[in-house]
């Protein structure tokens, strides 16, 4: 008599169980295999090359030659080579993180397409001018490259490093940029100034286009009291003089002292002798002839004083 068939009930949980044995040893390869092809990456020696005097050129000797941003200037193995015993597997750690698939490391995305490290390399400026550190180099920023390059006004000196194809607009200015830009203008260690001059602030503050307004209805009659309390703030953004002065000349404004009956006197100058030998800069911030005579000649001239 035949044995009879017995079929085995398995149930729900059972056969959640089992398919998540099947997910997990499916995931542990998975994982096992990203671990084994995963990209190499080259731990960076720079301090300890540092520490023993080894020159930025010896290892980055391409960039004495470099005309585009686009080069590669990570050292081959066989520069390495020079120094170090790379046939040894011994020390392969010391530089690879993946002994397994050891291979280039990835280099830094490219952001100015027209560097050239060979007219930087010509000139007086060394590596740290740019790089920081020999111990921690980084990629320098704008406001690294401005520290040399002044800006330009309207941005016209950007493709000089900037390819034609790269954009420019930072990723913080979305199409709103124009309304919001404010707060992010206030903040102390605010980067404008690495694209933008105080006229371009200027060209729109200026006017009755902004919204809301810096200065409230009627300022150019009343600011005197604000300049007066805090010049400081007032040069945040008007730093040229020319700003002040060239609207007070044009309006015959004069400081109220300039008024006063002893302000000019042929018998020893009067008050504003006095004023000129305190505090002549002041004097200068509106009397400034540029390269014309000075506007003080035109009366000292006549006293012989």
Known sequence: M??????????????????????ALASFGLVTSGLANKGDRIKPAHAKHAENGVPCQACHGSALTSKSGTDNLMPAMEVCAECHDVASEEHCGDCHTNLEAPGIGARHAVRVQNFSHELHAKSESDCASCHGSAHEPEIPGMAVCRDCHATASAMNDCRTCHAADEPLRPMSHMPDWAATHGGEALVPDADCADCHTQTDCQDC????????????????????????????????????????????????????????????????????AEEGRFDVESCIACHDAGTAPATCSECHQEVGR
């Open 205 to 272: 503050h200026a006017g009755d286009n902004v919204r809301p307004r810096v200065h409230p209805l009627g300022f150019d009659s009343s600011h005197a009291l604000e300049a007066r309390a805090n010049a400081i703030d007032c040069a945040g953004c008007h730093e040229d003089v020319s700003f002040c002065s060239s609207c007070h000349t044009e309006r015959q404004v004069l400081p109220r002292d300039h008024s006063s009956a002893d302000w000019l006197k042929k018998l020893g100058g009067g008050r504003h």
């Open 2 to 23: 035949s044995t009879p068939i017995r079929f085995v009930s398995i149930g729900r949980r059972q056969t959640v169980l089992g398919l998540g044995l099947v997910l």
